[in-house]
């Protein structure tokens, strides 16, 4: 589970990874009397917009999808916000369901900073997960469903761009074309 701002955005840079086979929008972190979207856009909750990232291992690794989070996905540097979104529902955090995940996420934050990858320290949460709430229908897959939207251009589809470029062998379907 990966909060990095608005989950349209994160669900977008996922769905295009070799080897991840699902991507569904969500809440974490709160409750489920507060998990719908009006309410956890209100600020007041302690969800985060999130997105649950399902993948084989045999294709695509943890620390790959970590890769793409920290380099791709949002600015882990950014305090309850991610571009214009402002608020504690667009926090950066790995919400982890194994103390595996925990280490590895840790770790690699913790190797980030040594090499000082950011020009600010990172304030990405990392916590566990303790319960899912899928987002309300119309979330799913939003980006590639609304692509001429204008917060969908400005803000997922420069992420969309990236990855295309920055991970064009992860692909899906990157091997069938070489």
Same mark, same amino acid.
């Given at each position: 589970?990966? &909060?990095? !701002? ?12 070799? !080897?991840?086979?699902?991507?569904? /929008? ?31 291992? &045999?294709?695509?690794?943890? !620390?790959?999808?970590?890769?793409? =989070? =920290? ?35 840790? /770790?690699?934050? &913790? ?6 990858? =950011? ?8 916590? @566990?997960?303790?319960?899912f709430y ?23 589809? @420069? ?7 920055? =991970?064009?062998?992860r692909l899906? !379907? ?5």
């Amino acid at each position: 589970m990966l &909060a990095g !701002g608005c989950f349209w955005c994160v669900e977008a840079v996922y769905k295009q990874l070799d !080897g991840v086979s699902s991507v569904r /929008s969500g809440y974490a972190g709160g409750t489920a009397e507060t998990a719908d979207y009006q309410t956890v856009c209100g600020g007041t909750t302690d969800h985060a917009e999130v997105v649950e990232v399902r993948y084989d291992p &045999a294709k695509i690794g943890f !620390g790959q999808i970590l890769k793409a =989070f =920290f380099s791709i996905a949002h600015d882990p540097t950014q305090l309850d916000r991610q571009g214009p979104d402002v608020g504690r529902q667009y926090r950066s955090a790995i919400f982890y369901t194994t103390e595996g995940q925990k280490r590895v996420a840790d /770790s690699y934050i &913790a190797q980030l900073d040594r090499a000082k990858v =950011f020009d600010r320290p990172i304030v990405t949460e990392v916590a @566990p997960l303790e319960r899912f709430y899928e987002a309300e229908t119309y979330h799913q897959d939003y980006a590639a469903r609304n692509p001429l939207n204008p917060y969908i251009l400005f803000n997922a589809r @420069p992420k969309v761009e990236k990855v295309r470029k920055h =991970f064009a062998d992860r692909l899906k !379907g990157a091997a069938s074309r070489s």
